[in-house]
């Protein structure tokens, strides 16, 4: 279970991080414009903040693993799956159903990740 727990752990920490990343660095109009259509009905900021969330989560997973604290795991994990709960909740309301297996599959993985922290 702690070789599942550690690979889920890296892949959320490596997806997010590249996500959240992008979010902060990226003009939001260039994203809008191509992949992440939503992004056009946000502002600046919440764009932003989405991406900070993101890699604020992936810095609770890697605190929780330098720290022994596996509450930060379960809260770092449980944002995560907030964030990829409302991506599927946006993609389902701009029609983009082919996109929702994605953000469904890291709302899976998060959950796990979650609950597994707890039994360690």
Known sequence: MDTTLWIAEV?????????????????????????????????DAQFRTIGALEVLGVLGLILAAATGAPILTTLAATGLALTMAGAIATHARYGETERIPVPAVLLVVTIFVAIAAQHL
């Open 11 to 43: 892949l959320l920490g490596a997806i997010f991080l590249t996500s959240g990343t992008i979010k902060l660095t990226q003009p939001r109009t260039k994203m809008a414009a191509g992949p992440m259509h939503w992004a056009a009905d946000v502002t």
